[in-house]
């Protein structure tokens, strides 16, 4: 399990994208998601070298360190421990949870991303951490996955015990909708970091989060 102390609160989960809102630093862009009240960030580069990915591991470690937030490096097990990160995600074809445990040791993190019920409870008994569930909604930045509906974010709220964060064409908007179907955790991706104003959605969804019981 992991060591990062009260990890398992997290409400809003923030992913890095490639195409930021024109202009912006991604770095300053998800320094903004945490002033606006992001819990969890994740860093998913999948066309950088190894080198660059590791740089801005290495930067974002940092920057979630000064906000006490933890920190999760998509696809690469290697990367989340040489920028002391606090864990990782990996998706259904990437390796198995068991060999991503054995190479970050117990105190990490891992996570995985999950589209039914069966993939699910594979994960909970394979050792994850936590699941994502999606994509909920159809969305651009995961174009080649159909959508899962929010009954999927029903049925995996109730089949599994480790915490579930919906992901996928979460916006402002739709947020409740998702929240009232079981979810208790959010992730996006497009709707914040490609926004002008990152704080101000992260602000958004926490509202909508709270207004839903998500920090009783
Ligand atoms: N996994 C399932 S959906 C998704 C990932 C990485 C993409 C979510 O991005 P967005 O822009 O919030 O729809
Ligand atoms: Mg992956």
């Known amino acids: 399990m992991s060591e990062i102390k009260n990890w398992r609160n997290f409400r ?14 991604l770095i300053q862009v998800m320094e903004q998601t945490l002033i606006g009240g992001a819990d969890m960030l994740q860093l998913r580069n999948k066309t950088g070298s190894k080198r660059e990915v590791l740089e801005q591991a290495k930067a974002l470690r940092e920057l979630t360190s000064k906000y006490g937030v933890p920190f999760i490096v998509n696809d690469h097990p290697d990367i989340a421990l040489e920028a002391e990160a606090d864990g990782v995600h990996l998706g259904q ?16 993190i891992i996570g995985i991303s999950t589209q039914c019920v069966e993939q699910a409870l594979a994960a909970q008994a394979a050792g994850a951490d936590y699941i994502g569930a999606g994509p909920v909604f159809p969305t651009r930045t995961k174009p080649d996955r159909a959508a899962v509906t929010t009954e ?6 109730e089949a599994v015990s ?13 947020a ?27 602000l958004a969804l926490r509202k909508t989060i709270a207004a839903a019981g998500g920090w009783q």
């Open 12 to 25: 809003l989960y923030v992913i890095t994208a490639a195409d930021c809102h024109p202009g912006r630093e």
């Open 93 to 108: 074809e990437d390796m198995p949870i068991a060999e991503a445990r054995q190479r970050l040791g117990s105190g990490k």
């Open 176 to 202: 409740e909708t998702v929240l009232a179907a079981g979810a208790k955790r959010l992730c996006a991706v497009s709707a914040i970091v490609g926004s002008e104003d990152p704080a101000a959605v992260c």
């Open 162 to 174: 480790i915490p579930v964060v919906a992901i996928g064409g979460i916006t402002p908007d739709n």
């Open 152 to 157: 999927y974010i029903r049925q995996a709220a």
